[in-house]
Antibody, heavy 115, light 108 residues
Framework: QVQLVQSGAEVKKPGASVKISCKAS????????MHWVRQAPGQGLEYMGW????????KYSQRFQGRVTITRDTSANTAYMELSSLRSEDTAVYYC????????WGQGTLVTVSS | QAVVTQEPSLTVSPGGTVTLTCGSS?????????PYWFQQKPGQAPMTLIY???NKHSWTPARFSGSLLGGKAALTLSGAQTDDEADYYC?????????FGGGTKLTV
């Protein structure tokens, strides 16, 4: 069955970067677009950007432009989201989601930014 | 950057019907915004209920339906069950990127 499995929780210091992975199985990874979304504690969902897993084309939300990089490794059926210059407000659960194909979501990855 | 608006909270009685709406600061929501609806329960990842305005996922209960109503995207729940108590988020497309609404906390 379709699964999106994300990497484990991370603790980072302010100013550092974090890179989260999202491994897809159960469907043809390169057919669809992978989206990244985050949710700060007690807050709503916030859209970050997407990558076309086939072409590698990306588009990022303006609020993250310059700080976020989404990539993929087609040989590993895996998408990655890297967020740089972390600050405490980036503490959140980060999700990958295949919204246009399987409509499935990863389980989420908690990133804690603390000195 | 567009702002997507949802009712912060709604209450429905068991067995009742409720409509959640999703508006856009740029004007009327159309099928070209490809509206999505997601359900999220505490401590869980969101689940896709509706995509492209009115299409249901295989796991979407029949009591949920999506539409365009009065210039907004709408999610209607008919025959609410206590299990439907959750947060609901809409997502709209804007020229290749996307924006979430602030979410509606639905109490049954």
């Amino acid at each position: 069955q379709v699964q999106l499995v994300q990497s484990g929780a991370e603790v980072k210091k302010p100013g550092a970067s974090v890179k989260i992975s999202c491994k897809a199985s159960g469907y043809t990874f390169t057919r669809y677009t992978m989206h990244w979304v985050r949710q700060a504690p007690g807050q709503g969902l916030e859209y970050m950007g997407w990558i076309n897993a086939g072409s590698g084309d990306t588009k990022y939300s303006q609020r993250f432009q310059g700080r976020v990089t989404i990539t993929r490794d087609t040989s590993a059926n895996t998408a990655y989201m890297e967020l740089s210059s972390l600050r405490s407000e980036d503490t959140a659960v980060y999700y990958c989601a295949d919204l246009g194909g399987t409509r499935d979501w990863g389980q989420g990855t908690l990133v804690t930014v603390s000195s | 950057q567009a702002v997507v608006t949802q009712e912060p909270s709604l209450t429905v009685s068991p067995g009742g019907t409720v409509t959640l709406t999703c508006g856009s600061s740029t004007g009327a929501v159309t099928s070209g915004h490809y509206p999505y609806w997601f359900q999220q329960k505490p401590g869980q990842a969101p689940m896709t209920l509706i995509y492209d305005t009115s299409n249901k996922h295989s796991w979407t209960p029949a009591r949920f339906s999506g539409s365009l109503l009065g210039g907004k995207a709408a999610l209607t729940l008919s025959g609410a069950q206590t299990d439907d108590e959750a947060d609901y988020y809409c997502l709209l497309s804007y020229s290749g990127t996307w924006e979430f609404g602030g979410g509606t906390k639905l109490t049954v």
